[in-house]
C-alpha cells in the first residue's frame, strides 16, 4: 500500500500498558509503524539474568512487528550482560532509557536524573563500550531533568561514542509531560548532534505531526507515544492511509476483543483484568466525542457485564474531530508513559 510521506514512525513505550499483548494487537489491527518499543526493563541481575524480567520481549519469534528492548540502569555490568543475552536470542538493538520524569527513579541517577551528571554517563559509556556491546544501542532522553540546558552538556558526551541514535522528547523531566514541548531546544539538539535525532512530543493529530515536520525538516523518524494511545489510526493517518467509519468501529472493536481475550492469560484475577482494559481506554477514549463521557462509564464498570456494556456505548459513539481530541490529550491525559 502506497503512502505519502518518507517518515519512520515509531511507537513509544509504556510501563504497564503497551506489553506484548497490546504491541501485537495494535500491529495485527492498526500497524502504521516500523517498530514498537517495549517498556523499560531493570534490576536484571549482574551475574545472571532473571529470566522473569524479560518474558515481556523473550521469546522473540511472539512479536507480530519488530520490537525494540529497553532497558533502565547505572550498572555497565548488568548492561552488558543484559546486550549478550539479548544477542543470543536474536536482537540486533537495545535502548537505554536516560528520559523516564519520575521522582522514585529520577532520584536514584536513573532515568533522566542522570543527565545533571555528564560525568557519570561519560564513564559508564566507557565502560559499556570497552568492554564491548554485540549489539547497536540507541538511548531515549529529555532535555534535562531540572533544566533543558543541561542537555548541552550531554551531547558532547554522547557524541564521542557510536550511539545507533537518539529519542529527544522536548521537555525536561520536571515538565514531566506538563506544559508545551520546548521547539526551541530541540532544533538547538539538532545542530549539536552528530547522531540521528528522533523527535518524540505530543506529536497527537495529523495537523500537529505537519506543523512539527515543518519546523524540523531534516527529521527522518518520529516517535509517536500519548497521540498514538488515544488514537490509534495516527500512524497510518501520517503516512496517507484512511479509513471509513464502519471500518474504524469494526477494526477498534476487533482490536479491543483480542485485547480482552489474551489479556485474561497474564491477568487471570478480574479485578486487575479490567484494571488493565480500563487503562488502555483511558487513552483510547479520546478518540470519540465526549470523550471523557465514555472513559467516566467505563472506568466506573465495576465487573465484567457493565464494563462490556460501556464499550458498546463507547463504539456507537460519533468520532471526535480535532479540536476535541486536542482537548481530551491536554486535559484528561495528564502522564505515564517513558
Known amino acids: ?16 500498558l503497551t506489553n506484548k499483548v497490546y504491541r501485537n494487537a495494535f500491529a495485527n489491527h492498526f500497524g502504521g509503524f516500523e517498530e514498537y518499543y517495549a517498556p523499560f526493563v531493570s534490576g536484571v541481575g549482574t551475574g545472571r539474568i532473571n529470566p522473569s524480567k524479560l518474558k515481556d520481549v523473550l521469546p522473540r519469534a511472539e512479536n507480530v512487528a ?12 548488568e548492561i552488558i550482560l ?17 528520559g523516564c520524569p519520575f521522582a522514585r527513579i529520577a532520584e536514584k541517577y536513573r532515568g533522566c536524573g542522570i543527565l545533571p551528571y555528564p560525568e557519570m554517563l561519560d564513564r559508564l559509556l566507557g565502560e559499556i563500550f570497552a568492554n564491548g556491546i554485540p549489539l547497536k544501542l540507541s538511548i531515549k532522553t529529555r532535555l534535562g ?33 506538563r506544559g508545551e514541548v520546548n521547539a526551541a531546544a530541540f532544533a538547538e539538539c ?12 505530543d506529536v497527537y493529530t495529523l495537523s500537529r505531526y505537519h506543523a512539527f515536520r515543518a519546523m524540523f525538516p531534516e527529521t527522518v523518524t518520529w516517535m509517536l507515544g500519548r497521540g498514538a494511545l488515544m488514537n490509534p489510526f495516527l500512524a497510518m493517518e501520517i503516512k496517507g492511509i484512511t479509513f ?3 471500518q474504524k468501529r469494526k ?9 480482552y481475550t489474551n489479556a485474561e492469560l497474564p491477568i487471570p484475577q478480574e479485578k486487575k483484568h479490567l484494571g488493565w482494559m480500563k487503562a488502555v481506554w483511558y487513552y483510547m477514549a479520546g478518540l470519540f466525542a465526549g470523550g471523557e463521557e465514555v472513559f467516566s462509564r467505563i472506568k466506573k464498570a465495576p465487573n465484567q457485564d ?18 476535541e481530541l486536542e482537548s481530551y490529550f491536554r486535559h484528561s491525559i495528564k502522564h505515564t508513559g517513558s
Do not use: C
Open 145 to 177: 531533568y531540572k533544566q533543558p540546558e543541561e542537555i548541552r552538556q550531554v551531547l558532547p558526551v554522547l557524541n564521542n561514542y557510536p550511539i545507533h541514535h537518539i529519542i529527544m522528547h522536548a521537555r525536561t523531566g520536571k515538565q514531566v509531560y
Open 244 to 246: 471509513a467509519e464502519d
Open 251 to 259: 477494526t477498534i472493536a476487533a482490536f479491543h476483543q483480542e485485547l
Open 66 to 77: 519488530p520490537v525494540v528492548p529497553q532497558f533502565i540502569s547505572t550498572d555497565a555490568r
Open 306 to 323: 457493565a464494563y462490556r456494556n460501556a464499550v458498546s456505548y463507547a463504539l456507537q459513539r460519533p468520532f471526535a474531530a480535532d479540536a
Open 1 to 16: 500500500m502506497k503512502t505519502t510521506t518518507d517518515s519512520r514512525l515509531v511507537l513509544a513505550p509504556f510501563k504497564g
Open 190 to 201: 539538532l545542530s549539536m548532534s552528530k547522531h540521528p535525532l528522533i523527535y518524540n512530543g
Open 82 to 98: 543484559l546486550a549478550e543475552t539479548l544477542h543470543e536470542h536474536g536482537y540486533g538493538h537495545i535502548n537505554w532509557n536516560l
